[in-house]
């Protein structure tokens, strides 16, 4: 795990959104299409969740992806004053299943969109690609490929994006993503939540 007091805090995070708002582990594992114990997992920082499964949690939970990373006060020494850099190699890096690195590249205080450079490495998602389930939550995708090749499924529609190629559509058509070929896709990707 590319960090692992970030995927212990992410987890906790769910978890503390889930008995906020009284809900049973049993009750939204049902509503994300999960198995309760896969659920506990999660929270508990033991397992990853796929971009499909963490966008089904914080949708069905009323969150932002940005409420379940550390604030800036929490990994900042002292707040910044004026804009917000993210360094390369020291933005928090989220681990997802199916091999699929997640950088927050907004400031993590800015819960009106999802700002990231994602990685889907060849062999993770790929292999497993027909049981992952397909992301489905509010607001627009906006998404460029960096780099390798990108396989998008939206709706019924399965197309393949290569280095200079842009996509965009709503995020409430179900969605999934894996890396085509034996190289690693890179991208950038932004969510307007609303």
Same mark, same amino acid.
């Given at each position: 795990?590319? +960090?692992?007091?970030?995927?212990?805090?992410?987890?906790? @995070?769910?978890?503390?959104?889930?008995?906020? @708002?009284?809900?049973?582990?049993?009750?939204?594992?049902?509503?994300?299409?999960?198995? $309760?114990?896969?659920?506990?997992?999660?929270?508990?920082?033991?397992?990853?969740?796929? =971009?499909?499964?963490?966008?089904?949690?914080?949708?069905?939970?009323?969150?932002?992806? +940005?409420?379940?990373?550390?604030?800036?006060?929490?990994?900042?020494?002292?707040? $910044?004053? %004026?804009?917000?850099?993210?360094?390369?190699?020291? @933005? &928090?890096?989220?681990?997802?299943?199916? +091999?699929?690195?997640?950088? &927050?590249?907004?400031?993590?205080?800015?819960?009106?969109?999802?700002?990231?450079?994602?990685?889907?490495? $060849?062999?993770?998602?790929?292999?497993?690609?027909?049981?992952?389930?397909?992301?489905?939550?509010?607001? &627009?995708?906006?998404?460029?490929?960096?780099? %390798?090749?990108? =396989?998008?499924?939206?709706?019924?529609?399965?197309?393949?994006?290569?280095?200079?190629?842009?996509?965009?559509?709503?995020?409430?058509? $179900?969605?999934?993503?894996?890396?085509?070929?034996?190289?690693?896709?890179?991208?950038?990707?932004?969510?307007?939540?609303?």
């Amino acid at each position: 795990m590319a +960090d692992d007091a970030l995927s212990l805090t992410v987890g906790a @995070r769910l978890r503390e959104a889930r008995e906020a @708002r009284q809900l049973s582990l049993r009750s939204l594992a049902r509503a994300v299409d999960l198995s $309760p114990g896969m659920l506990s997992q999660i929270e508990n920082g033991r397992a990853r969740p796929s =971009v499909g499964t963490l966008w089904a949690l914080v949708s069905e939970l009323g969150l932002s992806l +940005d409420a379940v990373f550390p604030s800036a006060e929490e990994t900042a020494t002292s707040a $910044p004053a %004026g804009p917000v850099v993210q360094r390369a190699g020291r @933005r &928090q890096v989220l681990e997802l299943s199916g +091999d699929v690195s997640w950088e &927050q590249l907004n400031a993590p205080d800015d819960t009106d969109v999802v700002f990231a450079y994602v990685t889907y490495r $060849p062999g993770g998602a790929g292999q497993e690609h027909e049981g992952l389930p397909l992301a489905r939550h509010t607001g &627009q995708e906006y998404g460029y490929v960096v780099s %390798g090749r990108l =396989v998008v499924e939206v709706g019924d529609d399965e197309l393949e994006l290569g280095p200079g190629d842009a996509i965009t559509f709503g995020s409430d058509t $179900p969605h999934r993503f894996r890396a085509a070929g034996e190289k690693p896709a890179c991208a950038v990707w932004f969510n307007r939540a609303r």
